[in-house]
């Protein structure tokens, strides 16, 4: 099989998770995606450290399928050596503030420029033409002003999910802009700026959320995880442990009705349809975690399954590790990497197909790991490297 975007070539000034994840998927598809960080390590790099020399899980996941080049492109030398990056590149993905992109000459209008083609994919907290466009902002902070966090947790307690649903979506998106644009340029020759924010992320995910409310004034609190526009939904306790229970739709909630003897349930009008199961769903979850009390986790999910009612226990990190479907079907892909006796799990990429090759098949580079043959094949001789790693260029 082919891999997709091979002989493209990406360069990757991302920090964090958008910017490096949106890189790592090009990198699935076949992209060859050179990683350029700071001279001593870029801040992610440390994230959850795992390793003796402190290299972190964060970086290990964000960065594989990459080569590593170590590169200050705020001195003279080094914006040279940007600039011959980018004559060789297709695409460059940056996540830093307009101010920041101009300062290391990684801007659009510059690297236009250098090379007519290019693709500038880069992501924002907010977005650029509004009135918060340079405000600094994480995924957190995204989550917080969508709504999603006010809705998420105990009722009085916004929750942020520990999941980046923000940065991850993010990366996402900015990853099928990167690809239309790839197609743009094929069919007509130009290259062009993809944008994506953080905050643009969050609403488009919650966008259902804020259509009630404009259309209902629904001014909804949180139900923790009980879902409010269907039921039985919830996460319940069994005598072992939890599970989650998600009934949606008339025949899951018949076939629930008949798993727990509850078949009156179906000609009373406060469970008539999925909101009204919504807007009754803590009699149903009461009535659910009763049933889940007399039994194990494993007597519960048998007999739900049974019943083809969508449930699944609610796994610890170690127990997601050890589930067997989960090791049956390849989702996690064991990498071996320096300072890891362990070795460690990375998610694969969790599309397949039939003609296309793709997916992880190299571990993250280790600080400046390829930063000589990097810049060998730009024309830098042994004794011009070393002159710039002793100027701290490199």
């Known amino acids: ?58 970086h290990i996941q964000m960065n594989r399928n990459k080569l590593g080049l170590t590169l200050n492109p705020m001195k003279e030398e080094g914006r040279e050596i940007v600039q011959r990056l980018v004559r060789g590149a297709d695409v460059v993905v940056a996540n830093l503030p307009p101010s920041g992109l101009e300062a290391m000459g990684l801007d659009y209008e510059t690297l236009k420029a250098v090379k007519a083609d290019i693709i500038l994919t880069t992501v924002t907290a907010f977005g650029t033409g509004g009135p918060a466009s340079d405000r600094v902002g994480f995924d957190g902070v995204a989550q917080a002003l969508s709504g999603a966090m006010y809705l998420s947790g105990p009722k009085g307690h916004p929750t942020k999910s520990v999941v980046n649903f923000a940065d991850f979506g993010t990366a996402l998106f900015s990853a099928v802009g990167t690809l239309a644009a790839l197609m743009h340029r094929k069919n007509t020759g130009e290259g ?66 008949r798993l727990l003897g509850e078949e009156a349930l179906l000609d009373d009008p406060r469970f008539h349809s999925d909101q009204a199961r919504g807007d009754n769903g803590e009699w149903l979850s009461e009535r659910m975690a009763a049933w889940c009390a007399e039994r194990t986790t494993a007597q519960a999910l048998s007999a739900l399954d049974e019943a083809r009612i969508p449930a699944g226990r609610v796994h610890s990190p170690q127990q997601a590790l050890e589930d067997a479907h989960i090791r049956a079907m390849g989702f996690l892909k064991s990498l071996d990497y320096p300072g ?39 024309g830098y001789s042994e004794v011009d490297i070393a002159a710039l790693r002793e100027k701290r260029v490199v």
């Open 1 to 58: 099989m082919s891999a997709v975007l091979e002989g493209v070539r990406v360069l990757d000034f991302g920090r964090y998770i958008a910017g490096p994840w949106c890189a790592a998927v090009l990198g699935d598809l076949g992209a060859e995606v050179i990683r350029v960080e700071k001279v001593n390590g870029s801040e992610d790099r440390h994230i959850m450290p795992v390793t003796p020399q402190g290299d972190g899980a964060s």
């Open 340 to 378: 890891l006796d362990a070795g460690g799990f990375v998610g694969d990429t969790p599309v397949r197909f039939s003609s296309i090759d793709a997916g992880v098949h190299g571990r993250a580079p280790t600080l400046g790991e390829h930063t000589d043959a990097i810049l060998g094949e730009l």
């Open 192 to 257: 062009q700026h993809v944008e994506a924010s953080l905050l643009g992320t969050a609403l488009s995910f919650m966008s259902a959320g804020l259509l009630e409310q404009v259309a209902n004034q629904s001014d909804r609190v949180s139900s923790w995880n009980r879902s409010q526009h269907a039921g039985p939904a919830d996460t319940l306790p069994t005598r072992d442990g939890w599970i989650l229970v998600q009934c949606v739709g008339e025949p899951l909630f018949r076939r629930w009705c």
